[in-house]
């Protein structure tokens, strides 16, 4: 074990015990099962940290990549394709272990036969609402199935023609014979398998019958020799059934499972199905879209696989559901940011500055003021420059800084300018801005006359300056809480996307590659968009603030 005494929680504290008696041989073996159903989302992030890092950690065994591709209605090869991407993006690797439970259908097949064999499983004919009814309720007793005692013999012949297409989907399942009366509704004989009449993107047309969930989960685990089953909350009332599937058979291996509470964001939601119908519904702009918590969304909004592994390691792993505030988030991509990403200037909303007897000259500017390591670039000055409008105010109210009228304001890595003029255009707009310079205040120094300037301000050269499109995107929801609601568009934030055309950046931001990331100064931290952005259309991102703008 390496490195895992600061990472403490109760999970890792069984490991431990665990290795300390020689269980399992002493080997660590996780996995991370994702259905290919849709695309990965900020919640699985925390499953993949703990699965992967716990393998990487321990370092006594793999940690599986395992399909659980066994409901083919749902399942496309290109979230197979997304899940691998975002798994490699976020830092891990699981070698050559990667599996699919449609891997195993043979063997699940003779495992159900097994059962039924050993009158453990029986094939029910009830209709799906009739498997309810005699299901019982929390305080009530379910209801034997009146097939529930048929032959083995019989059992056997009616799986074989459900796995032959004999019958029509909904016609029948296989049941597990457990205990109809068990305070766990879980355990009221739940199916073990269902007929699906569907082409499997994985195994084409050779199966018409699917296990369920909770069965392929058990034996996929077992068969691969997982030590730990790492799940979240809402499988812990599934525990026993998964106990009592594994404990029905010889596997050499029988994995634990143990839960843990699932990361829940507020202003976020993280279910598969609603994130869904965001997409079909045009809400959003894909999957992709940088305002969804889909890690795909994250990643080409800007957010680094550092910080979303940092969120995992500050909320921790605990038994406690809870809710963690959105802003923790931006703060450990704004905390990596911070350290990492160079400086640039860019003016958002460009207003004219002309500095009079300014002659063109080149500034050498630091790529990250804190960091000397990062080195230094030159930027451009003329009597032409960009300045944000907000940080022109023609009369200056107590409190701001601010360039005035008559006042006086510091060029960021340049010069001290005095405003002596202000041009408006026949609506009242102020167009332009007339300045002086002077020339002793460059490199930070005062000037002569003694008298301060009135705050710091960003610009760029007007000569050497390009044009781009800047995405300022902010939360998608405005309510807390947008999963428990019915109708989450009701719920939708109607600014959580503005688009500025024709933003003012410095010139050497035309090299920029896609997913790089920079902190324009004083404006936050941004990024070059993924599919969008090239030399001709530069096109960013804004990540997250300088600050965080929601606290009260």
Not at 185 to 203: C, E, Q
Not at 307 to 317: A, P, T, W
Not at 337 to 364: H, K, T
Request: hydrophobic residues 35%.
């Amino acid at each position: 074990m390496t490195d895992t005494a600061h990472k403490t929680n109760f999970i890792r504290n069984i490991i431990d015990t665990d290795i300390t008696h020689n269980k399992n041989n002493g080997k660590v073996i996780t996995r991370f099962p994702p259905e290919p159903n849709g695309y990965l989302h900020i919640g699985h992030a925390k499953s993949i940290c703990l699965n992967f890092g716990i393998a990487k950690d321990y370092d006594r065994g793999p940690c599986h990549l395992r399909f659980d591709d066994t409901n083919p209605a749902n399942e496309e090869a290109q979230y197979v394709k997304a899940i691998k991407k975002d798994v490699k993006w976020l830092g891990f690797d699981w070698q050559d272990k990667l599996f699919y439970a449609s891997d195993y259908f043979e063997q699940f097949y003779q495992l159900a036969i097994q059962l039924i064999e050993n009158g453990d499983a029986y094939v029910c004919h009830l209709s799906a609402q009739e498997v309810r009814q005699y299901r019982g309720t929390l305080t009530e007793k379910g209801r034997n199935s009146p097939h529930r005692d048929t032959s083995v013999v019989e059992n056997l012949h009616k799986f074989n023609k459900m796995k032959s297409g004999e019958y029509d989907e909904g016609s029948c399942t296989l049941r597990a014979k457990i205990d109809m009366s068990s305070g766990n509704i879980n355990l009221r004989d739940p199916a073990l398998y269902r007929i699906k009449k569907i082409i499997h993107p994985h195994t084409g047309e050779s199966w018409c019958i699917y296990p369920m969930y909770d069965f392929a989960h058990a034996v996929s685990d077992a068969i691969e020799g997982i030590t730990h089953s790492l799940c979240t909350l809402e499988f812990q009332d599934h525990r026993p059934l998964y106990n009592w599937i594994v404990d029905k058979f010889s596997f050499k291996q029988k994995p634990q499972q143990i839960e843990f509470s699932r990361l829940n964001l507020n202003y976020t939601i993280t279910s598969k199905r609603k994130l869904k119908y965001l997409v079909e519904n045009n809400l959003v702009n894909g999957w992709d879209d940088p305002r969804m918590p889909t890690i795909q969304g994250l990643r080409r909004r800007g957010f680094t696989p550092q910080s979303i592994r940092n969120l995992c390691d500050r909320v921790g792993i605990s038994k406690q559901d809870s809710m963690t505030d959105f802003s923790l988030f931006e703060e450990c991509v704004r905390n990596d940011l911070n350290q990492n990403a160079p400086r640039r200037n860019a003016v958002l909303n460009p207003l004219l500055v002309e500095i009079d007897q300014l002659d063109a000259q080149i500034i050498n500017a630091p790529n990250h003021p804190q960091n000397p390591d990062f080195g230094r670039r030159d930027v451009s000055i003329s009597k032409e420059i960009f300045i944000e409008q907000d940080d022109f105010m023609e009369t200056l109210a107590k409190g701001h800084k601010k360039l005035s009228l008559n006042g006086r304001a510091r060029l960021l890595n340049a010069y001290v300018i005095e405003c002596y003029k202000v041009e408006k255009d026949h609506h009242g707009n102020v167009t332009k801005l007339k300045c002086r310079y002077l020339p002793e205040t460059l490199g930070g120094k005062k000037p002569t006359d003694g008298i301060k300037p009135q705050g710091m301000l960003h610009w760029v050269d007007a000569n050497n300056a390009i044009d781009a499109e800047i995405r300022q995107y902010d939360r998608l929801f405005n309510c807390e809480n947008p999963g428990a609601l019915e109708n989450i568009e009701s719920a939708l934030n109607p600014n959580s996307l503005k688009v500025i055309h024709q933003a003012k950046l410095e010139a050497s931001l035309i090299n920029a590659n896609v997913e790089d990331k920079f902190q324009f100064n004083r404006m936050g931290y941004f990024c070059a968009d993924q599919l969008d952005h090239n030399d001709k259309n530069p096109v960013f991102n804004k990540i997250v603030n300088l600050r965080d703008t929601w606290k009260n």
